[in-house]
């Protein structure tokens, strides 16, 4: 093995933050702070998010770390039974060292994956005060805390895409290379990629400029699919991977690539074993339909491709120039890597949820790319994050766990 590949260690592009109770607080004149996301008990003295009149407790799915699998529960969770990393970004360093991942992006909790929580308040104005204010904090506390350990992650004004591509500018000069967004943004009441008024034209164009990524993570679009109304929640979970399918098909045909060479997204915690089935599928169908797709005929109530030369359209090229998967423990989707690509695949380890390998995070991981050429391990464990979000993890601490 060449001496400048450490494979001891992991980059993961999907984690989160349950807020610190006094994120806000802390960083809000005093008059607003009761109006911004802060923190009550109820009689029982369980602890629960406040904000625009609405009351919002932690799920315990989302801050397993350290229990076992039978002690797993959806049941509100108050902090002081979570685990510290859940939290405190000096506390989440201590469990990184000790599961062999060097570096984390974190998407955040109350706020929801893309920020949906501020684009749906009643006050939008006092709703980016309170945006800004996470992206201040993600950059400067979180990050901050631990230099070279976190990639920040920030939060985008869905509902003004002007002004959200200002805030991506003046996070861009802090150090910010990716940015929050919706798989979906129809279900959010917000107008989809496919928008032939260009509604999110600001947003791309500004990510194109800045060469911020577009992170986008299953359940961003505020859904969880039903096979059907009254289909097990288990068999619903399990099926949630045709969200993330769906946002790789709908941004292969949007011509937003075409429009916007430098543009890349993210498809956070949506796995890969799905991909090489949906390529070949995509190729088909361009190959079969974009005849009578060109002439303009519509088929039932389904849009056109308007915004899209289907004729110079090439699926695989698109995807490998713009499209990263990212995994927790894929094992066809790491046997189908000649299909995916191996510069298009990230790792992720998903703490402090219920799908999360840690503490082994490390291990699974290299035991899924132990079988692969070196370079390639490096390339999935950090090195392809490493590029993706222009990013230069600190040097690792100690050894990670084998």
């Known amino acids: 093995m060449s001496a400048n590949l450490n494979l001891d260690w992991l980059i ?37 998010w406040v904000y625009d009149g609405k009351k919002f407790p932690s799920s315990g ?61 009643k006050d939008l ?30 939060l985008i004004p869905l509902w003004d895409p002007k002004l959200a591509a200002k805030e991506m500018e003046r996070c861009a000069n802090k150090g910010a290379t990716t940015f929050a967004f919706s798989e979906n943004p129809a279900p959010l009441g917000l107008p989809t990629i496919h928008d032939q008024g260009g509604y999110w034209d600001p947003v791309f164009a500004a990510a194109n400029e800045l060469e911020m990524v577009a992170s986008m993570h299953v359940g961003s679009s505020s859904q969880v699919p039903q096979i059907a109304p009254d ?93 990263f998967g990212c995994f927790i423990d894929d094992e066809h989707g790491i046997a189908s890597i000649d299909t995916i690509g191996e510069d298009n695949i990230m790792c992720e380890t998903d703490y402090p949820h219920s799908d999360s390998t840690w503490p082994d995070c490390i291990t699974v991981v290299k035991n899924r790319i132990k079988h692969l050429p070196e370079e390639t391990q490096y390339k999935i464990l950090r090195g392809n994050a490493e590029k993706l979000y222009r990013f230069t993890p600190a040097e690792p601490p100690v050894l990670a766990r084998t």
């Not at 799915?61 to 350290?66: E, F, H, I, R, T």
Request: hydrophobic share 40%; aromatic share 12%; net charge negative.
């Open 12 to 48: 993961s592009v999907d984690d989160h933050i349950l807020e610190p109770p006094t994120l806000w607080i802390d960083r809000l004149p005093k008059a607003d702070r009761d109006r911004a996301p802060h923190m009550e008990f109820d009689d029982t003295g369980l602890d629960f």
């Open 231 to 323: 289909a097990p929640f288990l068999a619903n979970l399990a099926w949630g991977a045709t969200r993330t399918s769906g946002a790789m098909l709908s941004w292969l045909f949007s011509g937003m690539f075409q429009r916007f060479p430098k543009l890349k997204i993210a498809l956070s915690e949506g796995e890969i074993g799905w991909m090489p089935y949906f390529l070949e599928r995509a190729e088909q169908v361009l190959d079969k339909q974009r005849h009578w797709v060109k002439k303009g005929v519509r088929f039932m109530d389904h849009a056109g491709s308007h915004s899209v030369d289907l004729d110079t359209l090439d699926i695989r090229a698109t995807f490998r120039d713009h499209i």
């Open 61 to 121: 799915l989302s801050a397993v770390v350290g229990k076992s699998k039978e002690e797993f529960s959806p049941e509100p969770l108050p902090y002081s039974e979570m685990r510290p990393g859940c939290y405190d970004p000096v506390a989440r360093v201590e469990d990184m060292n000790r599961a062999g991942i060097l570096a984390s992006l974190c998407f955040p909790t109350i706020t929801r994956f893309c920020g949906q929580l501020f684009s749906e308040a």
């Open 125 to 154: 104005e006092f709703g980016f005060t309170c945006l800004q204010t996470y992206n201040d904090w993600i950059i400067e506390d979180w990050c901050g805390a631990a230099p070279g350990r976190y990639i920040p992650l920030i």
